[in-house]
């Protein structure tokens, strides 16, 4: 198991420059949150998030953009993935769970998932249709719907990443939530 990384201190990622401490103390919660959702494993989710906003500082002709957010997160896609490839690859036993020992030993069902492949394909078509019909919205207001329903993240960290007021990112959330509500009316109705 690899060892918990400290969190570097902004001066250590860029002496002398506030907008890159900015950029730090902007994405590295949401990364970490990012990646344990994803695997799981707390040490690694802060090692990735590390390695992402290394990669994001170091990258030639990377400016505070507005579209920074998109980037600093298609950078942590690329390191998920290089991450499942290496565990693929390295067959980890630490990151396995022996599904046999753990039911034994705790009889708890819980850990077997009883959808039946009906349920997971509507799951699914739903899903895709609700994504479809936030795409009609603006690009912020449906980031932050699907970072806060999706990606279970606090209208708070939503905001600070944003750098938005909270308020803000509850309106943004409602007016998704409410084009959701609109949609299926109309699709109820005759």
């Known amino acids: 198991m690899m060892p918990r990384p400290h969190s570097p201190s ?19 919660a949401a990364l970490v949150r990012f990646f344990v959702r ?3 494993v707390e040490a690694h989710a802060e090692d990735l998030a590390q390695d992402t906003l ?22 942590a896609i690329n390191q998920l993935r290089n991450y499942r490839s290496r565990v693929e ?3 980890h036993p ?13 009889g708890d069902q819980r850990l077997v998932e009883d959808f039946s492949p009906e349920r997971v394909l509507i799951g699914r078509d739903s899903l895709a249709e609700a994504l479809r019909v936030l795409a009609g919205l603006d690009e912020r207001t449906r980031n932050i719907f699907v970072l806060f329903k999706l990606e279970n993240m606090r ?11 909270q308020s803000t990112v509850e309106k943004h959330v409602m007016k998704a939530t409410a084009h959701l509500l609109a949609y299926r009316g109309d699709q109820e109705s005759p």
């Not at 902004?10 to 994405?27: E, K, N, V």
């Not at 500082?57 to 920074?68: T, Y």
């Open 10 to 28: 902004a001066s250590s990622i860029s002496t002398g420059d506030a907008a890159r401490q900015q950029l730090f103390s902007r994405f590295h």
């Open 94 to 106: 630490a990151l396995h769970v022996d599904i046999d020992t753990a039911l034994a030993g705790a």
């Open 89 to 91: 690859c390295l067959d």
């Open 54 to 75: 290394l990669r994001v500082l170091k990258a030639r002709g990377f400016d505070q953009a507005q579209d920074a957010e998109k980037y600093v997160f298609r950078v």
């Open 38 to 40: 994803r695997i799981r």
């Open 155 to 165: 209208q708070k960290e939503i905001a600070a990443l944003y750098g938005i007021g």
